[in-house]
């Protein structure tokens, strides 16, 4: 028995000893600094990395705030301070091509106690941006923290007092993705609350061809560098598109001087079921808020579940059916040059799904900017050249020169980065199935890097039916049965789908010919053994009214066959029911029986209770459009009331 128990313990023992324990310590990376006077020398303190297989080497990239309204991404930076005081330096680590969560940083404030350099860093103009940014220092990973940035740069030639806008949470979202979890200003900005902002309709007029002739594909740039004038349409447009807002209001600010405000957001897990969709936020900017003088951005950010550099993206990741015909869809490809060099050529082998008109294609965006290149000629100057292929779109940057992350001397990794974004419609006849499509990028003549797959998927719309037809009992005597109803289900279904029907019928029948019963009937007093015969001459027939609920799974074999099977639940609502009853006494004492006696009973049932509940099963077949619009259908129903097997024939329209 000790045996026993001894070897059940050493087995109990050796079972736990192989579970795998989930390592829940959270990766940390501490700030470290040299000062001196007004000069401080940052350095982070990293964590190892957790190198995806068969990714670029996996590194860090950083984004530092140093307290005082200014931010550096070098690794390590440094700062000289223009005044004495106390500053709260904040460092954010992501990790790139890293199997783990982003290291967690804890502030660390440096302390400025007497200014020896007299040269103290000014926040960089942003005047090439026309006086107006908005970044972030990472892409968005569902339920993590992003920083965001509105840089703003007074290029009036007076001091001005204006506003900044911040609108975030896409309302095509059902869910938000964005919690504000911190703003913070160091230049007396204060948040106000600004209401009455009207809600318009969104307008598709964000781009302009800008290409000539020449070229056989329109290179759109936005307009949002424009000066608008119509601040009161911006706002309103702004709040039709995103749920929240943030208002802020500044004074005081000098000619050519720069300001930024940073932002932290957590994201949401509802993150997750989205990725590889593009969400926005949009910032206004009022130089001077006695004048309507504006500038918008709109950041367009991609919902990663790992930060990698090369990514693909995509606006229709769940849009709605009826209205594709009206949508153009926009894709986005990321890219960083990780090597030790520059690149030259930059090629990407983008995967088109059938559903998407090639011939539609245009080039919105890209970077390195430039022009598009001239078909059927060689150039020496920088262009992106286009090749369309029978299931995929190659686009080709050459003549550039982008920058390698790992290459001597470059300390801005933003510099080694650059995208296409383009624009397809859908093709005349597609299907409402999900796709997916991905990009091969060709550094020069490297070994490609995969991307993520950007997917399609649509949203699963309402369908509306009507139906009406004639129900055929073929067990029952003078049936008369007709009935409507109205069905629900998926919009236009590509192959199987549920449907469910909502069936009121009108039935009559009844017993035919008449119900023949005889008997004996003794006429004696006292009985004496003459007989007569009694016949009874019965006749019934029903009237009811029948509600009947089908579910059923349906299969599209084309455009204009369907085919389904399911179940279906009756109940009269209402039921008339009438008996008539004739007894006739024949004298059967004769050769030819006479009739003595005739009487007639007739009886009357009416009941509105919902009773004579049953069920059964159901095939069916429609001919027409399948999907959408007008078609015929027959149906026969194997009831488990006996007799009541039928037939069912009917038209129906799907809108």
């Not at 223009?82 to 330096?89: L, Q």
């Not at 449907?499 to 004996?520: A, F, H, M």
């Amino acid at each position: 028995m000790k045996k026993l128990l001894f070897i059940f313990i050493l087995t109990t023992s050796f079972a736990f000893s192989q579970t795998k324990v989930k390592d829940t310590v959270t990766r940390k990376a501490t700030i470290g600094y040299d000062k001196k006077g007004n000069q401080v020398s940052l350095k982070p303190q990293t964590p190892p990395l957790n190198q995806v297989a068969g990714a670029p080497p996996a590194s860090y990239s950083y984004f530092w705030e140093f307290g005082d309204g200014s931010y550096s991404k070098a690794k390590e930076p440094k700062k000289v301070y223009k005044k004495k005081g106390e500053y709260k330096v904040n460092l954010v680590v992501t990790n790139n091509y890293d199997n783990g969560k982003p290291p967690t940083t804890r502030p660390k404030t440096v302390a400025v106690t007497e200014i020896t350099d007299d040269k103290s860093d000014e926040i960089a103009s942003i005047e090439t941006e026309g006086g107006f940014k908005v970044l972030n220092n990472r892409e968005p990973v569902p339920d993590d923290e992003i920083t965001v940035i509105l840089s703003y740069e007074n290029l009036l030639d007076y001091v001005a007092s204006g506003k900044l806008y911040l609108f975030y949470n896409d309302k095509e979202f059902k869910k938000k993705n964005f919690d504000l979890v911190e703003t913070r200003t160091h230049f007396g900005e204060k948040e106000i609350q600004e209401n009455g902002i009207a809600v318009v309709d969104d307008k598709n007029n964000s781009y302009q061809n800008v290409a000539s002739e020449t070229n056989y594909l329109p290179l759109r740039f936005s307009k949002e560098d424009e000066d608008d004038q119509n601040l009161e349409l911006t706002l309103a447009e702004s709040k039709s598109l995103f749920t929240d807002s943030k208002v802020l209001e500044f004074d005081n600010m000098n000619a050519k001087e720069t300001r930024n405000v940073f932002f932290t957001f957590k994201t949401t897990p509802e993150m997750l079921k989205d990725t590889s969709a593009v969400v926005k936020m949009r910032g206004v900017y009022v130089p001077d808020r006695n004048y309507k003088n504006h500038k918008k951005k709109t950041l367009e950010m991609e919902i990663v579940t790992s930060h990698d550099p090369n990514k693909m993206s995509s606006n229709a990741t769940l849009i709605n059916y009826r209205l594709v015909r009206f949508k153009t869809t926009n894709f986005k490809t990321r890219f960083q040059n990780d090597g030790k060099g520059p690149a030259k050529t930059i090629r990407l082998e983008t995967d088109i799904p059938e559903m998407f008109d090639k011939k539609t294609l245009q080039i919105v965006d890209c970077y390195p900017k430039c022009p598009i290149c001239p078909k059927g000629e060689n150039v020496t100057y920088s262009c992106i050249d286009t090749i369309i292929k029978k299931d995929q779109i190659h686009f080709t940057f050459k003549n550039i020169y982008l920058p390698g992350s790992n290459q001597k001397n470059v300390t801005e990794r933003d510099s080694t980065k650059g995208f296409v974004k383009y624009s397809l419609k859908f093709g005349k006849d597609f299907h409402k199935i999900k796709t997916k499509s991905k990009t091969s990028i060709f550094f020069d003549k490297n070994d490609p890097v995969i991307t993520n797959y950007a997917t399609t998927r649509f949203k699963m719309g309402i369908s509306i039916g009507a139906k009406a037809g004639y129900n055929l009992y073929p067990n029952l005597n003078n049936s008369q049965s007709y009935f409507v109803a109205a069905t629900i289900c998926p919009y236009k279904s590509y192959r199987w789908y549920w449907q469910v029907e909502l069936q009121n019928s009108l039935q009559k029948y009844d017993s035919g010919k008449p119900i023949i019963t005889d008997r004996q009937v003794d006429l004696s007093t006292p009985p004496n053994g003459i007989f007569q015969l009694e016949r009874t001459y019965s006749k019934y027939s029903f009237e009811n009214v029948n509600l009947a609920i089908p579910i059923l799974a349906r299969y599209n074999i084309n455009n204009f066959i369907g085919i389904g099977a399911g179940i279906q639940g009756n109940v009269n609502i209402s039921q008339k029911e009438t008996f008539e009853n004739t007894v006739v006494l024949y004298d059967s004492t004769t050769v030819n029986p006479a009739a003595i006696t005739s009487t007639s009973q007739n009886a009357t049932n009416e009941s509105k209770s919902l009773q004579n509940f049953n069920g059964g099963l159901l095939l069916d077949a429609t001919i027409g459009f399948a999907r959408i619009g007008p078609s015929l259908g027959a149906r026969y129903v194997m009831n488990s009331q006996k007799n009541y097997n039928y037939w069912q024939f009917y038209a129906i329209w799907k809108f």
